[in-house]
């Protein structure tokens, strides 16, 4: 389906399967205001290593910035539905989607698997959400929500295959820069994509070189790069409930083949020793997808010199085993 007004979704596009800096630029124009301005704090390291506070957004991740442009260009273009949006996502993109609907009075179905914990079904319901569960699996979820979509109307958004989403994503590199003049490269989390060809398409408009960090064991990026195309990966990390997609988008492809970009994988370990380092040392407790980006800087996977911005994306995590390890 193309959507009117719109461009389409990558994979229903024709063959355009990149992201420009232009839209990234009219997202940062969009959603002016109606999010929360990306913090940055120094390292300890002298002001080479500078940490993106990006956590500290609404809903408490990135995902926000996405999913107010999402619907506010539909808005624009007419394309917002009666029936609202509809989106098969537990996790933090169900609570952006959920909430940026709601402070555009727009009606939000949620779909999860009947196995989704209590906490989340109550907070995507703090935000008016209405949650349906489908299944056992997100699968199963997310053929709910397609069904539904066909039979309501309602406007389908995704978790991070979208220009939209992705350009809304892209939207914080530019407040980096805004803050670190001189910024050399930026770290940032992989899991289906969508905020690393965001913030790609940007750094790229600016000259800046971007890492994108994976686990191990879940490499969507990293292998599609080997294979040339978007294949599917098992998956199996401590980061799996934010970086588990088994797909990348092509839009994370295309912009993961320009020189300026180096794709890196790091352990498990790092990920948890950076996480629980975040805590020990900051008091900052961030999801294991936030510290994955992290790891590869404590691991050198960033050059002796360069001014260097580590974005850790988001929070939605359980604190307990933090302070249960001291």
């Not at 990135?62 to 996502?89: C, D, M, W, Y």
């Amino acid at each position: 389906m193309v959507e009117v007004g719109l461009r389409p979704r990558a994979e229903e596009s024709s063959g355009v399967d990149h992201l420009t800096y232009d839209e990234v630029k009219a997202a940062g124009e969009r959603i002016a205001g109606r999010v929360r301005p990306v913090a940055v704090a120094p390292g300890d390291d002298g002001g080479r290593v500078w940490l993106a506070l990006e956590f500290l957004q609404h809903t408490g991740s990135f995902k926000a910035r996405g999913a107010q442009n999402f619907l506010l260009a539909h808005a624009e273009a007419g394309g917002l539905p009666a029936a609202g949006v509809t989106i098969a996502s537990g996790g933090n993109a169900g609570l952006a989607c959920a909430w940026a609907a709601r402070e555009l009075g727009v009606r939000a179905t949620v779909f999860l698997p009947e196995t989704a914990p209590a906490v989340k079904l109550a907070r995507l319901r703090s935000y008016g959400a209405e949650v349906r569960l489908a299944g056992s699996e997100y699968a199963e979820a997310l053929a709910a929500c397609a069904e539904f979509a066909a039979e309501s109307g309602a406007l389908t958004s995704h978790a991070y295959d979208h220009p939209l989403i992705a350009a809304g994503a892209g939207t914080v590199l530019e407040e980096i820069r805004a803050q670190l003049p001189g910024l050399d490269t930026v770290v940032v989390s992989v899991g289906g994509g969508g905020l690393f060809a965001g913030v790609a398409a940007a750094a790229r408009e600016h000259g800046v070189r971007v890492v994108a960090v994976e686990p191990e064991r879940s490499r969507a990026l990293n292998a599609a790069l080997a294979a040339g195309h978007p294949v599917d990966v098992t998956v199996d990390s401590v980061a799996a409930d934010a970086l588990g997609a088994r797909r990348a988008t092509a839009l994370a492809v295309h912009a993961a083949q320009h020189d300026g970009v180096r794709s890196v994988l790091v352990p498990d370990t790092a990920i948890v020793r950076a996480r629980q380092g975040l805590w020990d040392e900051r008091r900052i407790a961030v999801e294991y997808a936030a510290a994955t980006a992290l790891a590869a800087v404590e691991a050198g996977e960033a050059a002796e010199g360069e001014r260097v911005a580590v974005l850790l994306c988001g929070a939605n995590t359980d604190p307990s085993d933090l302070a249960a390890t001291r």
